[in-house]
Structure formats: C-alpha cells, structure tokens
C-alpha cells in the first residue's frame, strides 16, 4: 500500500474544493460584470457604480483563494478589467491606466480589447441619438486602443485568446467607422 496515499488523497481533495471555490467566484464575478455593463449601456451610472463597488469585493475574495489556480480566475479578472475601464471611459472620455483598474497587465489587456465592443455600442447608440461627435470619439478611443495594441504578437499560453480579440476589434472598428462615415455624409439607413 501507498506510505502517503491517504494524505495525498486529502491533499487532491483540498486542491479540489480550492479549485471549485475559484470558479465559482469567478462565474459569480463574471455574471455581475456583465450586468454592470448592461447598467452603464443603460445609462444607471449609480446602480453601475454600486456594482463595481461590489466587484471589487468579489475580486479581492477571489484573489485571496486564486493561488495556483489563476487560469480559471483570469476571464474573470478580464471581465472585471473591462467593466473599469469602461466606467473610466464613459466617465472621463480617456482610458485608464493599467493601476487604474487594479488588475494584472494581462486582464487590463484582455479586457481592453473586449471594450472596443463595448464602444461600438456606445458608438452606435449615440450615432441613433444623432450625436456624432460623440459617436466620433469613442470611433477615436477604439482606433486608439487597437493601434496601441496591434504590435503585440505572443502565445496564446501567455496572452489568452488576444489575437482573434484584435481581429474582432479591427473588425468592430472597421464596422463603426463606415457607419459614421455614412452619417456624416447624410446616407443614413
């Protein structure tokens, strides 16, 4: 018989209900951010707010159980990168800095490129609102984020996913601008 085979046993079994701990903060992280966003698309800046406010919480929880399991934490880490940075955008017109969100430069990455998604909605409403100059500057923080971004070239091992996210940038962006160039010129659907 194993010498420490009951320990090793408690051992995986721990590990376990670590790991089970983490992804399930991390869903209960994921699932509040996504209804933050909703709230900021919805223009409920203050029910938004609360919410970041209670993220931070989660995410502080989630960092005190996450060691060694980081890969199944980071999509919620990203998630919540994105949320900030979004909240930071609507509220200064600017993005903000990887301290800013308090998170890692792989989630502040992560997360950056999936708020130019997040922008084209916001780009999209306010050109239906008939705001183009503000339509136009989030058009200029989407370019800004991906031209600041295009550059980067790494394994997937390192950078999740970040290569297709850049091609769906391009994309979004791509989509946006045609839309605000057909707006400008009068050519409106």
Excluded at 8 to 36: F, H, P, Y
Excluded at 43 to 60: C, F, I, P, Q, T
């Amino acid at each position: 018989m194993l010498e420490d085979g009951e320990r090793i046993e408690k051992k995986v079994l721990e590990l376990e209900g670590k790991m089970d701990a983490v992804m399930q903060q991390s869903r209960n992280v994921i699932r509040l951010t996504a209804k933050t966003i909703t709230l900021m698309h919805s223009k409920r800046m203050g029910d938004a707010e609360s919410n970041l406010a209670k993220l931070g919480g989660m995410v502080a929880e989630l960092e005190q159980v996450e060691k060694g399991f980081e890969h199944y934490s980071l999509q919620a880490h990203q998630e919540y990168s994105e949320a900030k940075i979004l909240h930071h955008i609507l509220k200064t017109g600017k993005l903000p800095s990887v301290s800013e969100t308090g998170e890692s430069d792989i989630a502040y990455l992560l997360g950056l490129m999936d708020v130019v998604g997040e922008l084209k909605r916001e780009a999209f409403d306010s050109m239906r609102a008939g705001d183009i100059k503000t339509a136009d500057s989030y058009y200029r923080i989407m370019l800004e984020i991906y031209d600041s971004t295009s550059s980067f070239r790494s394994p997937s091992a390192i950078l999740p996913d970040f290569r297709r996210k850049q091609d769906v940038a391009r994309i979004q962006i791509e989509s946006t601008i045609g839309e605000l160039v057909r707006m400008e010129s009068g050519k409106t659907r």
